[in-house]
């Protein structure tokens, strides 16, 4: 059985002009030592559906699905209090924003910390010496007095980096990374993504990884899923995707890419839209 | 006149200079002498990882910024912002787009006006003229009449951002700064704005200077490509030649570090991955 299991997942947000749905109907299973993608531009759900996934969407969201489990847990009827042991431990997320993801008013050492005190048993020195190994393992010259830095006095790419140690502090069985390295620059961007696929790796973890970046996608992936408009538009292994893309909406995708246009003219948004439609009927 | 260059500089430098008042202060020299020419009608893009200089470059050129050293001329006259200030004739000839269109368009200004404004400030042309200006520049970047009335808040991103080229274009001028003008957007929206910045350039012979951290979106509209690293232009060639041997150790790294859709490399990564044993692979997670 896959360590994640989603059907038919709709998330559906109350608006003034009635119900807005941001997901609409979409399977997808992840399972362990599989580095997933989700690909798809803004407004395509791809982020409310694994915020849907991890709990952390807003009451105003409402979440339906036939089923939507981790590892045989069925994770719609769980209490808030399993929930929360689950989320940080078994299941972790890290996101685009990696300074605005930390705490601008607590150290870093803290911030590690502060997880393993909520999810294990550790005593105050385990607990520091578990943070020094987490930060030695993502990276981070000097462990022992980073511990002791606030966010703002790290680059964004060393934030990046403590915020893949909190999620990787109780060895999670699946990640989510959310756009994880968009707001960086491309030499950190490879670092960091070689640091996901290291501790993926290594560990076995599933990871899911939200992205816009077909070439991200091409160079991390095992499976790709194509989101549109809150539909899955494909679900392939990633060789296929860009060698026979069997969708409409994924081959109008690819030839929007700069380095596939042929001659100066990049196809338009129509050729997208008509993708799309043909790609959901 | 119509032989020189319709921007160049010589050893740009821009020093930044912090602290002082009480003890040393510091210069950060943000530019380290940059020479650079570009011809009626290219594309030059700058290239570089953040804090590379290449958004003060912008500022320089736009003459917004001063630089410290060096010369800067526009269509073959030297502009000398600090001493001299700008008349207004350059302003409107060098124009700006920037990254994010919502943070530079002002929320409480129907689209009608933003594109208005610049008119009223660079010529004198009457309401009336300008109206029907602003009107005919909203339909040539594909927006649509009932649009004039609206505000910034009512678009989407992309269509902020032609709202934001049609604003620099309104004042007909030859050189167009464009710092980061698609990062923001999906690749789809990305590629309307590219060909609209290229019907642009063929119709008006725009001149672009296209600051850009996306090796792909360069390699598409670039003539040249200058690529920057602390301040310092390390590599400076035709986009052919850069693309097909880059030769600075920071151009390749660059490159290098650029995910790629490269058929063969994926399928050989999918074999190593499919090989390795399945212990290893799920770990000690099991």
Known sequence: MALLEVRNLSVAFETAAGAFFAVKGVDLSADAGEVLAIVGESGSGKSVAMLAVMGLLPPAATVTADAMCFEGRDLLTLTPRQRRDLSGSAMAMIFQEPVASLNPCFTVGFQIEETLREHTDLGAAARRARAIELLTQVGIPAPEERLGSFPHQLSGGQCQRVMIAIATACNPRLLIADEPTTALDVTIQKQILELLLRLQAEHGMALVLITHDMGVVAETADRVIVQYNGRKMEDTDVLSLFERPRSAYTRALLSALPENATGSRLPTVSTFAAAAEDGAA | ?286
């Open chain 2, 1 to 286: 006149m119509t032989d020189a260059p319709v921007l160049e500089t010589r050893g740009i430098v821009r020093d930044y200079v912090s602290g002082g008042l009480f003890g040393g202060s510091r210069t950060l020299r943000a530019l380290k002498g940059i020479d650079l020419r570009v011809e009626r009608g290219k594309t030059l893009a700058v290239v570089g990882e953040s804090g590379c200089g290449k958004s003060t470059l912008a500022r320089i050129i736009t003459l917004i910024d001063a630089p410290t050293a060096g010369e800067l001329l526009i269509e073959g006259q030297p502009v000398d912002v600090a001493r001299t200030g700008v008349p207004a004739e350059l302003r409107r000839k060098v124009q700006i787009v920037f990254q994010n269109p919502y943070g530079s368009l002002n929320p409480r200004q129907k689209i009608g006006d933003v594109l208005a404004e610049p008119l009223k400030l660079n010529t004198p042309l009457s309401a009336s003229a300008r109206r029907d200006r602003a009107m005919e520049m909203l339909l040539k970047v594909g927006l649509r009449p009932e649009h004039f009335n609206r505000y910034p808040h009512m678009f989407s991103g992309g269509q902020r951002q032609r709202i934001a080229i049609a604003r620099a274009v309104m004042t007909s001028p030859e050189l167009l700064v464009l710092d980061e003008p698609v990062s923001a957007l999906d690749l789809s929206v990305q590629a309307q704005i590219l060909n609209l910045l290229q019907d642009l350039q063929d119709e008006l012979r725009l001149t672009y200077v296209f600051i850009s951290h996306d090796l792909s979106v360069v390699r598409h509209v670039a003539d040249d490509v200058m690529v920057m690293n602390l301040g310092e232009a390390v590599e400076y060639r035709s986009r052919d030649a850069i693309f097909a041997a880059p030769e600075h150790p920071y151009t390749r790294k660059l490159f290098a570090a650029t995910p790629r859709i490269d058929l063969p490399s994926i399928r050989d990564r999918v074999t190593r991955k499919a090989a390795m044993p399945r212990a290893t692979r799920s770990g000690r997670a099991r």
